[in-house]
Structures are given as structure tokens and as C-alpha cells.
């Protein structure tokens, strides 16, 4: 009888692990589909083929799906900084005389 308990326990452990890590590499997906992330599908193929490449590119994944945020995107975009405005400021205004300059000299 104690063996059937035994091997009863095996099977449950090994149920359990299976499941478990099929759980596991599946995270990365569950965060994408909370953040509404825009490429979800391609988060979720890449998890399963995790799964076959011993979770070599699982923590790649987390950060993929981490990185969107509803509302702000992907968070990396900053505007122009006021020195990169100044600067485009300045070209402009050269770019305005060197046209004056070659209109005066093409009269």
C-alpha cells in the first residue's frame, strides 16, 4: 500500500513541475496582455519556444513585456531637450540667410 502512496506522490510531483514551469514561462505573456502591449502574440510564441530552449531567453521576454506602458508606450522617446530647440532655432535662421545670400547673388 505504501508504495502506491509513493508512487501516487511521484506522479503528483511530477504533474506539479510540469505545470509549474509551464506557468512560469508563461508570465512574461500575462504581463504583455495587461499592459496591452502591442506585440503580445509574439511574446507568447517566444515563451513557448523558451520553454524548449531550457528559458535561455526568458528574462529577454520579461523585460520586452515590462518595457510597454499603456498611455506612455514604450517610455523612450524624450522630447527635444531647450538646447536641441536652440540649436534648431540657429539653423533655421542660417539656413533663412544662406538662402537670402544665394538669392542676392543668382539676381
Do not use: C
Not at 4 to 13: D, G, I, K, Q, S
Request: proline content about 5%.
Amino acid at each position: 500500500m505504501l508504495e502506491y502512496v509513493a508512487l501516487f506522490l511521484v506522479f503528483m510531483v511530477i504533474i506539479v513541475l510540469f505545470y509549474g514551469i509551464i506557468v512560469v514561462h508563461d508570465i512574461p505573456y500575462e504581463i504583455a496582455v495587461h499592459r496591452q502591449h502591442p506585440h503580445q502574440d509574439a511574446i507568447h510564441v517566444a515563451g513557448w519556444i523558451s520553454l524548449f530552449t531550457l528559458g535561455a531567453i526568458w528574462p529577454f521576454l520579461w523585460i520586452w513585456a515590462t518595457l510597454y506602458k499603456p498611455g506612455v508606450g514604450w517610455g523612450m522617446q524624450q522630447g527635444p531637450s531647450s538646447n536641441m530647440q536652440k540649436d534648431i532655432a540657429e539653423l533655421k535662421a542660417d539656413i533663412s540667410s544662406l538662402k537670402k545670400q544665394l538669392a542676392e547673388k543668382g539676381e
